[in-house]
């Protein structure tokens, strides 16, 4: 789950700043168009700043934006604010952009960020009220008002719809059964790779052979893979590492993602429990698939078909019969 909901929020602050991009981009035509220069020179200085911050994320995964995420916020809703308190009393509609800064906080699960910034709107649009509107004021009154607030209520459009989009795909994370969600981990994992060998070309092979050796070493010596919660993030903090590296490493040298390897040793634990314990018959199934690293049977039998292409039930028949022949064979 952590993996999936990591690559959604990257997609989400990655599109979420293209938007802004976009609508800074329009607003510095627009308002070049009916002779603010002031406003447009501000916004084409706010659209380089964005267009870096959206390159940035780009680049990066979302585990080494996340520590930043709450300053850029702090420095996005105070440029909001400042721009409300030019133009509030021309096109009024423009208090409406504070909240989505609450918006986003409740999209992604964090309430208590979320209540903060809801109580900052109404502080700021009390505190906006109460100061003297010539202090601020840049827009003449005179100016198009219709053709302004259409402006607004397009952004912000367009903002909320990116929000809400993001927001209900990252509900249906949250609500899925654990089982369900280690299942799509695994989907967004292959998805992740693709896009990494996309993005890259691994030139230090030996340096992505070492990093894979020291994962495999990991692996048999230390057996995190027993582990349900077991993720890429705590092998790279063991490996000191980071999750990006792993990705790339797994991937070209196995061809197979990070939850598929962990799968893959999960499984190879599980038929190797099941082949010992055929005569004494000591364990159960779902005690040798939990001891594996498997919290749920669902989980289990769709890792199992995919790399053994066969059920655990057709493959215990099988091994039964492997059993039962040699018994013969021996006794004859």
Same mark, same amino acid.
């Not at 096109?91 to 960020?113: A, D, E, G, R, W």
């Not at 052979?209 to 070493?217: F, K, P, Q, S």
């Not at 669902?298 to 292409?309: D, L, M």
């Given at each position: 789950?952590?993996?999936?909901?990591?690559?959604?929020?990257?997609?989400?602050?990655?599109?979420?700043?293209?938007? +802004?991009?976009?609508? &800074?981009?329009?607003?510095?035509?627009? %308002?070049?168009?009916? #002779?603010?220069?002031?406003?447009?020179?501000? %916004?084409?200085?706010?659209?380089? #700043?964005?267009?870096?911050?959206?390159?940035?994320?780009? !680049?990066?995964?979302?585990?080494?934006?996340?520590?930043?995420?709450?300053? =850029?916020?702090?420095? =996005?809703?105070?440029?909001? @604010?400042?721009?409300?308190?030019?133009? @509030?009393? +021309?096109?009024?509609?423009? %208090?409406?952009?504070?909240?989505?800064?609450?918006?986003?906080?409740?999209?992604?699960?964090?309430?208590?960020?979320?209540?903060?910034?809801?109580?900052?709107?109404?502080?700021?649009?009390?505190?906006?009220?109460? &100061?003297? !509107?010539?202090?601020?004021?840049? &827009?003449?009154?005179?100016?198009?008002?219709?053709?302004?607030?259409?402006?607004?209520?397009?952004?912000?459009?367009?903002?909320?719809?990116?929000? %809400?989009?993001?927001?209900?795909?990252?509900?249906?994370?949250? /609500? $899925?059964?654990?089982?369900?969600?280690? &299942? /799509?981990?695994?989907?967004?994992?292959?998805?992740?790779?693709?896009?990494?060998?996309?993005?890259?070309?691994?030139?230090?092979?030996?340096?992505?052979?070492?990093?894979?050796?020291?994962?495999?070493?990991?692996?048999?010596?230390?057996?995190? @893979?027993?582990?349900?919660?077991?993720?890429?993030?705590? $092998?790279?903090?063991?490996?000191?590492?980071?999750?990006?590296?792993?990705?790339?490493?797994?991937?070209?040298?196995?061809?197979?993602?990070?939850?598929?390897? +962990?799968?893959?040793?999960?499984?190879? =634990?599980?038929?190797?429990? $099941?082949?010992?314990?055929?005569?004494?018959?000591?364990?159960? $199934?779902?005690?040798?698939?939990?001891?594996? #690293?498997?919290?749920?049977?669902?989980?289990?039998?769709?890792?199992?078909?995919?790399?053994?292409?066969?059920?655990?039930?057709?493959?215990? +028949?099988?091994?039964?019969?492997?059993?039962? #022949?040699?018994?013969?064979?021996?006794?004859?």
């Amino acid at each position: 789950m952590e993996v999936a909901k990591n690559i959604l929020m990257k997609k989400y602050i990655f599109h979420l700043l293209l938007s +802004v991009s976009v609508i &800074i981009l329009l607003n510095t035509f627009a %308002f070049w168009a009916e #002779g603010l220069a002031y406003y447009s020179r501000l %916004f084409f200085f706010g659209l380089i #700043g964005v267009t870096f911050l959206t390159m940035i994320v780009y !680049k990066t995964n979302y585990n080494q934006i996340q520590p930043f995420i709450s300053y =850029f916020i702090i420095i =996005f809703y105070l440029a909001s @604010w400042y721009f409300v308190l030019c133009i @509030w009393t +021309v096109i009024p509609t423009i %208090f409406f952009m504070l909240f989505v800064f609450p918006l986003f906080f409740q999209s992604i699960k964090s309430s208590n960020k979320a209540l903060k910034y809801l109580i900052a709107c109404v502080l700021s649009i009390f505190i906006t009220l109460l &100061i003297p !509107k010539e202090i601020f004021t840049v &827009i003449p009154e005179k100016q198009n008002l219709n053709f302004g607030n259409i402006k607004i209520m397009i952004s912000i459009f367009l903002i909320f719809g990116v929000i %809400f989009y993001y927001n209900s795909k990252i509900i249906k994370i949250h /609500d $899925l059964p654990s089982g369900q969600n280690e &299942i /799509d981990s695994e989907l967004n994992n292959a998805n992740a790779n693709r896009e990494l060998s996309n993005d890259i070309d691994i030139k230090d092979n030996e340096t992505y052979h070492i990093l894979y050796n020291n994962i495999i070493n990991y692996f048999n010596k230390e057996t995190p @893979w027993k582990d349900p919660d077991f993720s890429i993030q705590d $092998l790279a903090s063991q490996l000191n590492t980071n999750s990006t590296y792993i990705s790339r490493s797994v991937n070209y040298h196995s061809g197979m993602n990070f939850k598929t390897l +962990v799968n893959k040793y999960r499984v190879e =634990f599980v038929k190797e429990e $099941l082949l010992s314990d055929q005569i004494k018959k000591r364990y159960t $199934l779902f005690y040798i698939y939990t001891s594996a #690293g498997f919290r749920h049977q669902s989980t289990f039998n769709k890792a199992f078909k995919q790399i053994e292409n066969m059920t655990p039930s057709e493959y215990m +028949v099988m091994l039964n019969a492997k059993i039962l #022949g040699h018994t013969q064979n021996s006794n004859t």
